[in-house]
């Protein structure tokens, strides 16, 4: 019986700790208008919307004039507008979305983990499910998904997104205002708690002890948890180990930097959903070429070269895409030349450019051909007629299997990925 369990926290720290932790001011600037969410508990309309918050909440627990166990906590997240109607909004944005997160090498794990735990909340073992990566990677983009998702297939359940940074500011505002029992008793009544950035709770102390006991309560009362991490939990230093021991309980995993197979889907699919033409192979592959860290700055660059061509009325090509990228990125030399492809990949295979565009059929040969071809395609905007023609006069056909037995092979094989990701790394840049 959900109503017969307590929904009161006592917390330790409660009885002593009126001085906030020193380590938790915040050292970056806040991104919340002063006034919200902290500020004076009496002003506007906050008590009011935080017992309606409660009582609606009720209502959507128990049964019509069921009795409940917990007093009146303060939405710390009061300020800000209800959406949906919802009298709590979940602070998600509802263009994050799994179908719009495209799937690849470098996060398959995290989003079909993510994807279970969406499906089904609190009872799978990938509770906690913590999601680490290097920024602009999709962490935030793939939590917000399970949030929606959740939300949008289990409407009763109350999903809340927040980053640690925000958790923290409440956090500290409350035991300004001597209400950190209510801030704890708001957190408890989430179904789904999404903390984003928890390495933002490094060294502050009080703050993890509270977040500790949320997630103990939430834990127990088979609540899901899902978090991210800009580091793996082994890495986070400054947390507590009690803490990093209750990540291990569930499901860690990694988001990498994407792949270009990956980027080209990102980009097509961004551009499709900004309802632009996409343009030619060759120019979205260049793009992807250029641009190989991070997600975030793609997006960046694409939205620059939707507002051009919307703006200008022409089509992305490679010139726009050219310009687009020396405005936004700094090392602007995408392009690799053909030339120092064949001297590269001929020397790493240990044989002569000649042999290269040679007509031999000797194994080595063909396989240092077909990588060296498919890094003239990835590398340059050369298109495969051009390509053809510098590697011994052969058509485009063949440039295009060679390309494609390459890639297949870098999926299927490996010990050869390895190699060509070994002098990718030359030719990237
Ligand atoms: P992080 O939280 O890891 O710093 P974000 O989730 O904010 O990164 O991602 C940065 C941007 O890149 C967001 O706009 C997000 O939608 C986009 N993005 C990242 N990964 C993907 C992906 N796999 N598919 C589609 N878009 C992505
Ligand atoms: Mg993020």
Not at 59 to 64: L, V
Not at 145 to 166: C, M
């Amino acid at each position: 019986n959900e109503q017969a369990r307590p929904r009161t926290l006592h917390l330790p720290t409660t009885r002593k700790a009126a001085a906030p932790d020193p380590h938790d001011t915040p050292a970056v600037a806040h991104p919340t208008p002063p006034s919200a969410p902290m500020g004076n508990p009496l002003a506007g309309s906050g008590r009011a919307a935080a017992a309606r918050y409660v009582s609606s909440a009720d209502t959507r627990r128990a049964a019509p004039g069921a009795q409940t166990t917990f007093a009146v906590p303060r939405n710390p997240f009061e300020s800000v507008k209800p959406m949906d109607g919802n009298l709590v909004p979940s602070q998600l944005n509802g263009s994050y979305t799994f179908d719009n997160y495209i799937e690849g090498d470098c996060n398959r794990l995290a989003r079909s983990a993510g994807l279970a735990v969406a499906n089904k909340p609190g009872t799978t073992s990938f509770n906690p499910l913590m999601v680490y990566g290097g920024v602009g990677l999709g962490k935030t983009h793939l939590v917000q998904a399970i949030g929606n998702h959740i939300k949008a297939t289990a409407p009763e359940r109350f999903v809340l997104y927040v980053s640690a940074e925000k958790f923290t500011n409440q956090f500290i505002d409350s035991v300004q205002r001597t209400a950190v029992q209510e801030f704890a008793n708001f957190y408890l009544q989430v179904d789904a708690l999404i903390l984003d950035d928890v390495q933002f709770l490094a060294n502050k102390g009080k703050t993890q002890e509270m977040f500790f006991h949320i997630f103990n309560h939430l834990h127990q009362s088979g609540k899901q948890i899902v978090m991210t991490s800009d580091r793996p939990p082994k890495d986070l230093q400054g947390l507590e180990d009690r803490l990093l021991n209750r990540f291990k309980w569930g499901l860690t995993a990694d988001v990498q930097s994407p792949d270009f197979e990956t980027r080209v889907a990102i980009i097509r699919n961004k551009m499709d959903q900004d309802g632009i033409d996409i343009p030619p192979p060759h120019v979205v592959d260049y793009l992807a070429n250029s641009v190989h860290t991070n997600v975030r700055e793609l997006e960046g660059v694409i939205a620059s070269l939707v507002a051009q061509s919307s703006l200008s009325r022409r089509d992305i090509d490679l010139e726009m895409v050219k310009q687009a990228l020396r405005h936004i990125i700094e090392e602007v030399e995408a392009e690799v030349n053909l030339d120092f492809i064949q001297k590269t990949v001929a020397a790493y295979f240990g044989i002569s450019v000649d042999l290269l565009k040679d007509k031999t059929r000797k194994k080595e040969v063909v396989t240092a051909r077909q990588v060296a071809m498919y890094f003239a395609k990835h590398h340059t905007s050369h298109t495969l007629k051009t390509i053809g023609f510098h590697f011994g006069g052969r058509d485009h056909t063949t440039v295009m299997h060679s390309v494609q037995t390459v890639s297949d092979l870098v999926d299927s094989d490996k010990k050869f990925r390895e190699q060509v990701d070994e002098l990718r790394k030359k030719f990237a840049k």
